[in-house]
């Protein structure tokens, strides 16, 4: 092999070491340092029952169907179908073998806000942790203290069932890289609380953008069209547009929608339908207040006709 030969060779093998090592070095995964979990303090149970409510978590962790206190066994399995595969549920029940029982609070709120697994690998966003993101580390110690009270499952919820190259979790960090962000999803009046508590309970725990918002072939939001109606990833139909451009729900006063969201009953003497129901249900729960700031923000987002 000539001197040249062996330059170029080197050259390139260095060249590719380096974007090899700068690729990692911007998608690997990044938890919040010890510090951002640290005095806390004991949990307030009350406050996280309510973000537990907030964030529709036996929406997909509790089996289907399940009532009363069988919605409180969060023993996941629940399959999702989407573009890239089938995600299964977790289980995230106080469980120390099947569940999240033998987790820290440091874990669970990497998980919650970075999507950052026990083990340090990347999350799917399969997991709303795009949203969940902007949870204080507060909510995040009473809801982790909340569900540490619920009961146990020793359910062992199956593998995600993904193609290649979705089953390449550090593929993960590039779409994070792209995607994902904790800061706020669309300009509105933060001066006034209730709009703010609503920008946090929608952005935030409630995680309405997961399904109201399309999507890129990424997986990525169309930031243009938050809240804007997307296909159904259940299959079959749209989850509709709700913000004030909306053709159906634009008409709905502040009052109207805190109506919806505690009866499940519109304007129109129309039902709550599809997934829509559990969301209903879950959001009943809140304080009148809290459903009140929900309806103020909706009405306040730009609205996409």
């Known amino acids: 092999m000539g001197v040249r030969v062996r330059k170029l060779v080197t050259a390139v093998v260095v060249f590719a070491s380096l974007a090899g090592g700068a690729a990692w070095f911007l998608t690997k995964p990044e938890p919040w340092p010890t510090s951002h979990w640290e005095r ?54 106080p469980d120390e073998a099947a569940g999240i029982g033998s987790w820290t609070l440091a874990e669970f709120g990497n998980a919650m806000t970075r999507g950052v697994g026990k083990q340090g690998e990347h999350l799917y966003p399969s997991f709303p942790y795009g949203s969940y993101a902007r949870l204080t580390p507060k909510d995040i110690n009473d809801l982790w203290g909340f569900l540490k009270t619920l009961p146990k499952s020793a359910n062992v919820a199956p593998p995600h069932d993904l193609p290649f190259p979705y089953n390449i979790r550090l593929a993960l960090g590039g779409w994070k890289l792209l995607f994902f962000t904790d800061k706020p999803r669309v300009t509105v ?37 938050w809240l804007a109606g997307a296909p159904n990833p259940e299959g079959e139909g749209r989850i509709p547009n709700i913000t004030p451009g909306s053709k159906s729900m634009g008409s709905w006063s502040e009052g109207d929608i805190v109506n919806y969201l505690q009866t499940g009953f519109t304007p129109e003497f129309d039902s709550a339908g599809g997934s829509m129901v559990e969301v209903q249900k879950n959001m009943a729960k809140l304080p009148a207040s809290d459903r009140e700031a929900i309806a103020a923000y909706l009405k306040a987002v730009p609205a996409v006709e």
Not at 61 to 66: E, G
Not at 204 to 220: D, I, Q, S, V, Y
């Open 40 to 93: 806390l303090g004991e949990p307030d149970l009350a406050n996280g029952e309510q973000i537990f409510w907030a964030g529709g978590c036996t929406s997909c962790h509790a089996a289907a169907k399940s009532e009363g206190d069988a919605k409180l066994v969060l023993a996941g399995g629940l399959p999702l179908k989407s573009p890239f595969g089938t995600f299964h549920v977790p289980n995230i029940s």
């Open 189 to 225: 009046d933060t001066a006034n609380p209730k709009i703010a508590r609503g920008q946090y309970l929608v952005e935030g725990p409630g995680h309405c953008g997961e399904c109201h918002t399309p999507r890129n072939a990424l997986g990525g939001f169309e930031t243009t069209e």
